[in-house]
């Protein structure tokens, strides 16, 4: 069994930074990508973050230049560091892994619970 876990939320004034951390535990051979998604109440869960095994990171528009993911392979843990925070990214952010458990060929998806962020004066 694989277990994902965030910390790292919490209540932020707009223009602040927060900074968000993420480990997959268990069963793993090996992670080959782990990201953060977000979803606000009555909207979809967005992709915020990505990174590739190769270390290739991917963002949408909306968070390019204000958010950076990292990761700690040893470690199979995934960081994001918010800065220059706005309302609008107020949501439940989640930690997600794609990973190999063993006896498997195939990738399996893995999520946290969830942590709240909050941006608000």
């Known amino acids: 069994q694989v277990e994902v876990v965030e910390s790292g939320g919490g209540l932020v004034e707009p223009g602040g930074s927060l900074r968000l951390s993420c480990a997959a535990s268990?069963?793993?051979?090996?992670?080959?990508?782990m990201g953060w998604y977000r979803q606000a109440p009555g909207k979809r869960r967005d992709m915020v973050a990505v990174?590739?095994?190769?270390?290739?990171?991917h963002y949408p528009d909306s968070v390019k230049g204000r958010f950076t993911i990292s990761r700690d392979s040893e470690k199979s843990a995934v960081y994001l560091q918010m800065d220059n925070l706005e309302a609008e990214d107020t949501a439940v952010y989640y930690c997600?892994?794609?990973?190999?458990?063993?006896?498997?060929?195939?990738?399996?998806?893995?999520w946290g619970q969830g942590t709240q962020v909050t941006v608000s004066s």
């Open positions: 997600h892994a794609r990973v190999q458990i063993p006896d498997t060929v195939a990738l399996q998806d893995y």
């Open positions: 990174i590739l095994d190769s270390g290739s990171t």
């Open positions: 268990g069963s793993i051979v090996r992670i080959d990508v």
